[in-house]
C-alpha cells in the first residue's frame, strides 16, 4: 500500500499493483504513438486540457465521439448542514465541471 500526500487535505490510498496515470503519464503515450519530441507531446497534452478547461469557462460543452461529454454545469444556492456542529451553512451557486462518459468508453472499460 501507498500513501499519498496529493495536498494538505488530500490523501490518497493505492496498492502496489495500481498505477495513478498522470499528465506526464499520459505525454509519454502521445510520444511513444507519434514519436517526436518529448516537448512536442507535453505541449499537445496541455492544449487538449487547456481547451477543454476553456470551453467550459464559456459555458459550451465539449464532446469526444465515442469517448465523452465535457460540460458546465450551475448547481443552485442551498443550505448544508455543518456535520461536526450541526449549524445550517449557506452554500452559494457555484459552476462545477461534470463529464458524461460515452458508449465506446463504456464498453472499454466493461
Not at 56 to 85: H, Q, W, Y
Request: no cysteine; charged share 25%; net charge positive.
Amino acid at each position: 500500500m501507498v500513501i499519498w500526500l496529493v495536498e494538505p487535505s488530500i490523501i490518497r490510498i493505492t496498492s502496489f499493483n495500481n498505477h495513478i496515470m498522470n499528465k506526464s503519464d499520459l505525454a509519454d503515450a502521445v510520444l511513444n504513438k507519434i514519436g517526436g519530441a518529448k516537448n512536442a507531446a507535453q505541449d499537445a497534452v496541455d492544449t487538449i486540457f487547456d481547451t477543454i478547461a476553456d470551453s467550459l469557462k464559456k459555458g459550451d460543452e465539449v464532446s469526444v465521439a465515442g469517448f465523452g461529454v465535457f460540460l458546465a454545469k450551475k448547481r443552485a444556492a442551498r443550505e448544508a448542514r455543518n456535520p461536526r456542529t450541526g449549524e445550517k451553512v449557506h452554500v452559494p451557486a457555484t459552476t462545477v465541471p461534470k463529464f458524461r462518459a460515452g458508449k465506446g468508453l463504456k464498453d472499454a472499460v466493461k
